[in-house]
């Protein structure tokens, strides 16, 4: 069974422009979560979808978006790039709609902003 | 609000020598809790859960007890190698209509021959 991936693996990118970062979760897993991860901060959750509807949001100004399509793969969006927007970004599919579900995760989108 | 406080880094340790990597959780109700580990280069994977209070979560050697009264979900294992060298990583969920999940920062754990 393929796992969660995450499209581009690299990514630079300049003060002001825009980003867009796809995941494509497991096969039948209909909850995709976001997660962004620095050094300073550990990992901090962005958003999570579950069946084209967005059901948590975390603590990101809006201009950190994101959206999920009917075959479950998932997009997120940052505008007007910051320096403190480099990060690695991490996608998380999971097959459980309770908290008791395991997240399984990709191998991250790594974000430089210049 | 819910959050997860766990042991700063980095940590050096001797092949079979005994880890312990603290980790302490603030919940408003009655959390799930994991232990996830990336591995150099790697994606983050599940390495135990508990889903209640005085469960135990082993695999591969390690383990961790879900403590109510101390509010603790301390990782463990009896004696290293050099391939635990990785990032550990606390997490709660409470997500009762979601998955959304509390990490702590990590703790990185070099194991040395």
């Known amino acids: 069974k393929a796992g969660v991936t995450q499209t581009p693996r690299y990514l630079i990118k300049t003060r002001g422009q825009q980003v867009t970062l796809s995941c494509s979760p497991i096969s039948g897993h209909r909850s995709v979560s976001w997660y962004q991860q620095t050094p300073g901060q550990g990992l901090q959750f962005l958003f999570e979808y579950f069946s084209e509807t967005q059901r948590n949001k975390g603590n990101f100004p809006g201009r950190f978006s994101g959206r999920q399509f009917s075959n479950s793969r998932s997009e997120m969006n940052v505008s007007t790039l910051e320096l403190g927007d480099s990060a690695l970004y991490l996608c998380?599919?999971?097959?459980?709609?309770?908290?008791?579900?395991?997240?399984?995760f990709g191998e991250g989108s790594r974000l430089t902003v210049l | 609000g819910n959050s997860v406080t766990q042991m700063e880094g980095p940590v050096t340790l001797s092949e079979e020598a005994f880890l312990t990597i603290n980790c302490t959780y603030t919940a408003t109700g009655y959390p799930s809790l994991f232990w996830y580990v990336q591995y150099p280069g790697e994606g983050l994977q599940l390495l135990l859960k508990?889903?209640?209070?005085?469960d135990k979560g082993s695999n591969k050697g390690f383990e961790a007890t879900y403590r109510k009264e101390t509010t603790s979900f301390h990782l463990e294992k009896g004696s290293v190698q050099v391939s635990d060298s990785a990032v550990y990583f606390c997490?709660?969920?409470?997500?009762?209509?979601?998955?959304?999940?509390?990490f702590g920062t990590g703790t990185s754990l070099t194991v040395i021959p």
């Open positions: 997490a709660l969920s409470e997500g009762f209509t979601g998955n959304q999940f509390y």
């Open positions: 508990a889903t209640k209070a005085d």
């Open positions: 998380a599919s999971s097959s459980r709609q309770g908290n008791t579900g395991e997240l399984f």
